[in-house]
C-alpha cells in the first residue's frame, strides 16, 4: 500500500500549474557568504496536481535579480561556462548553434539570447555566418564581453525585465536560464512578444528525469541558484500555457570538462498557428535532434 502523501501550503506556487498544495521532498540548507540575499534554505518541494518539482524558496524575484546582476558568477571565463573558453564548454555552444542553424537556415535571421553570459553561443552563431545578433544578461560585465565576443549588441536586462525597443526575432535562445527564474509565468508570458511571424523559441534545462543517472556529486543541482527542475512534460507544459506552440524537442547529454554527461532537455516552440500546419500529422510528438 502506498505511503499517504503528507502537504504543505506553498509559499511560493507550483509555476507550472499554480497548486498550492505541495509535498516537502527535501529541506535544503545551505553556508553562504555573508553579502550574499539568497535564502540559506528552502523545501524542495512536488506538485501532485502536475509533477513539477521546484525549490519553494522564500525570496522574491527581484532578490534573484539583483544577486545575478552583482555576484554573477558567470564573468568569471576560468570556472563558468557559456563562454567558450574550455574545450568541452566550446563543443558544447558551437553544437547547440547547429542545433539552432536546423531551423533557422538564414543567416540574416535575428537571434536573442536572453542570459547570453559572456557571450559563447553567439560566438558560436557568427561563426556560422549570423550577422544580426542581440544578447541580454543582468550582468553588465557579461555584456561588455558579449560585444566583444560577437561584435553585436548585448544590453541588461531579464526575461522579467527585457530592455525597451529590442523588436521582432526569428529566433529566442534560453539556454540554461529557467532553472534560474522564480516567475516564470509572467516570464514565458513575454516570449510570443517577441517572435516574428515565423520566430521560434529555442529552450534548453537541465533534465531533472535523469539526475540520478548522471550523478556525480550529492545534491549537484539542488544549489542555490537552480530553483525549477524539468523534465520534458513540465517544459512542455509551462511554454503551451504561455500560448506557444510545440514544434519539437528531445533529449541530449553535454560532455562536462570532467569527461561526465549532464542531462538536458531541449524543446523549439512557436507563436503562430502556421507552423503547427506546417507539422505532419503526428509530428506533436517528442523527436530528439541528437547529442552532444
Known amino acids: 500500500m502506498a505511503e499517504p502523501i503528507h502537504l504543505k501550503e506553498a509559499c511560493r506556487s507550483c509555476p507550472v500549474c499554480a497548486n498550492n498544495a505541495v509535498e516537502v521532498l527535501h529541506h535544503q540548507r545551505f553556508v553562504l557568504p555573508t553579502e550574499s540575499r539568497l535564502p540559506q534554505a528552502f523545501d524542495v518541494v ?32 576560468l570556472t563558468s561556462t557559456g563562454g567558450g573558453h574550455s574545450p568541452a564548454d566550446l563543443r558544447r555552444l558551437l553544437e547547440t548553434a547547429n542545433t539552432i542553424a536546423s531551423v533557422a537556415p538564414h543567416r540574416s535571421a535575428r537571434v536573442l539570447d536572453i542570459g547570453c553570459g559572456n557571450g ?41 525585465a527585457l530592455p525597451p525597443g529590442l523588436g521582432a526575432f526569428d529566433v529566442v535562445v534560453l539556454s540554461h536560464v529557467l532553472e534560474h527564474v522564480l516567475d516564470l509565468g509572467a516570464a514565458v508570458g513575454k516570449l510570443a512578444d517577441l517572435l516574428s511571424e515565423s520566430g521560434v523559441v529555442y529552450v534548453e534545462v537541465p533534465d531533472a528525469a535523469r539526475y540520478a ?11 542555490t541558484e537552480h530553483i525549477n527542475h524539468f523534465d520534458l512534460s513540465s517544459l512542455r507544459n509551462l511554454l503551451a500555457d504561455a500560448g506557444l506552440l510545440f514544434i519539437s524537442g528531445g533529449t541530449k547529454d553535454i560532455i562536462v570538462d570532467a569527461g561526465s554527461p549532464y542531462p538536458a532537455v531541449f524543446v523549439f516552440f512557436g507563436a503562430h498557428t502556421e507552423l503547427r500546419n506546417s507539422i505532419a500529422p503526428g509530428g506533436n510528438r517528442t523527436a530528439c535532434f541528437g547529442s552532444v
Request: proline letters at 6%; hydrophobic letters at 35%; glycine letters at 8%.
Open 46 to 77: 512536488w506538485c501532485p496536481s502536475c509533477g513539477f518539482a521546484y525549490a519553494d524558496t522564500p525570496a522574491s524575484q527581484e532578490t534573484y535579480d539583483r544577486y545575478y546582476a552583482d555576484f554573477s558568477k558567470y564573468e568569471d571565463n
Open 120 to 160: 559563447g553561443l553567439l560566438a558560436a552563431l557568427k561563426a556560422l555566418g549570423y550577422s544580426s545578433l542581440v544578447g541580454v544578461d543582468p550582468s553588465p560585465t557579461c555584456c561588455e564581453r558579449t560585444r566583444l565576443a560577437c561584435g553585436g549588441e548585448a544590453m541588461a536586462g531579464s526575461l522579467r
Open 213 to 223: 543517472d548522471c550523478l556525480v556529486a550529492p545534491f549537484q543541482d539542488f544549489n
